[in-house]
């Protein structure tokens, strides 16, 4: 077992092979231990159906087979991070999202497949489902970013900048897909005037903790779990990012050392958001910390 005195990551490694799902390991692997892509792809395909979506509790707070959204844009990012996120792979995801997908052609959060099956209290089924921002913008980001081509991006993509253009009063993750929309939006010219305006908004309603140690100063969104801050990195994954932009270079190191700091006694980082079942907490702690390692690492920290 890793000491106190080990690096971030071989902590973090031990939380992760004591704790994590295969595909979680898989990941871990490939990004830090020099693990193979086609590895990480075996384990994800685990969580494949037949209809070209992703089930089985991929996101952890959706259990049950069904495929949903939320699962879907999940294997999407994790196959952009092994580079795998383009040709027949993306052919399949984009043919589920074509068939799911609202008459306006954007996505809803969760179908109504998942009645019947457990699910996290603050995510709702309903019957008609209103296509959502937080659904559609990372995966038309992602899609756009990669070069896939497809006629579901024609109408989706039409949909995330009247969604982004609207956005007035809004909440952290909102603000989070519509980045995640924005930074890979072919016209980058509209996107960054469009993050320019988002940046203001964010300040000026106080959506990211700009300074930890003022952290009870700042507002908890409604119906979010007290303590679910959103922080400068949240929003900034990356330096590339446009979100980079929002932040002094002194409060995105402020919120580094904070994520820094977050590691556990056992290795991993805590999840910040609503738990209501063990299962999902677990399953959601190596993701989290999955997310706090690549994210320290963009940004130029050393992690070993």
């Known amino acids: 077992m890793a000491g106190t005195g080990a690096s971030p990551l071989k902590r973090a490694e031990q939380f992760i092979w004591?704790?994590?799902?295969?595909?979680?390991?898989?990941?871990?692997a490939h990004h830090f231990l020099g693990g193979s892509a086609d590895a990480v792809e075996t384990a994800l395909g685990a969580y494949l159906n037949e209809d070209g979506g992703y089930g089985h509790a991929l996101e952890p707070d959706l259990r049950g087979p069904v495929s949903q959204p939320l699962h879907t844009a999940h294997?999407?990012?994790?196959?952009?991070?092994?580079?795998?996120?383009?040709?027949?792979?993306a052919e399949r995801i984009?043919?589920?999202?074509?068939?799911?997908?609202?008459?306006?052609?954007?996505l809803p959060a969760l179908l109504p497949s998942q009645r019947g099956y457990p699910a996290a209290p603050f995510i709702p089924i309903v019957d008609d489902p209103p296509a959502q921002l937080l659904a559609t913008g990372p995966v038309v980001g992602l899609l756009h970013r990669n070069a896939?081509?497809?006629?579901?991006?024609?109408r989706a993509t039409d949909f995330c900048w009247a969604a982004v253009d609207a956005l007035e009063k809004s909440h952290p993750y909102e603000i989070e897909a519509a980045v995640a929309f924005l930074d890979g939006a072919p016209d980058q010219a509209r996107a960054e005037a469009a993050a320019d305006r988002l940046g203001r908004l964010v300040r000026e309603q106080r959506l990211a903790v700009l300074d930890p140690e003022r952290r009870a100063e700042?507002?908890?969104a409604a119906g979010y779990a007290p303590g679910e801050q959103h922080?400068?990195?949240?929003?900034?994954?990356?330096?590339?990012?446009l979100a980079r932009r929002w932040f002094t270079d002194e409060e995105l190191e402020r919120s580094l050392d904070h994520l820094a700091a977050e590691?556990?006694?056992?290795?991993?980082?805590?999840?910040?958001?609503?738990?209501?079942a063990p299962g999902t907490a677990l399953e959601g702690r190596p993701l989290v910390t999955l997310k706090a390692l690549l994210t320290l690492r963009a940004h130029g920290r050393s992690v070993h």
């Open 18 to 28: 004591l704790t994590a799902r295969i595909l979680e390991q898989r990941r871990f």
């Open 75 to 89: 294997a999407l990012s994790v196959l952009d991070s092994i580079g795998r996120c383009s040709g027949l792979r």
């Open 94 to 106: 984009c043919r589920f999202l074509t068939d799911v997908s609202t008459k306006g052609g954007a």
């Open 148 to 154: 896939v081509w497809h006629a579901w991006l024609f």
């Open 218 to 220: 700042y507002p908890v």
């Open 231 to 241: 922080f400068p990195y949240d929003y900034a994954r990356t330096p590339e990012s």
């Open 263 to 276: 590691q556990q006694a056992d290795g991993g980082w805590p999840v910040n958001w609503r738990q209501w």
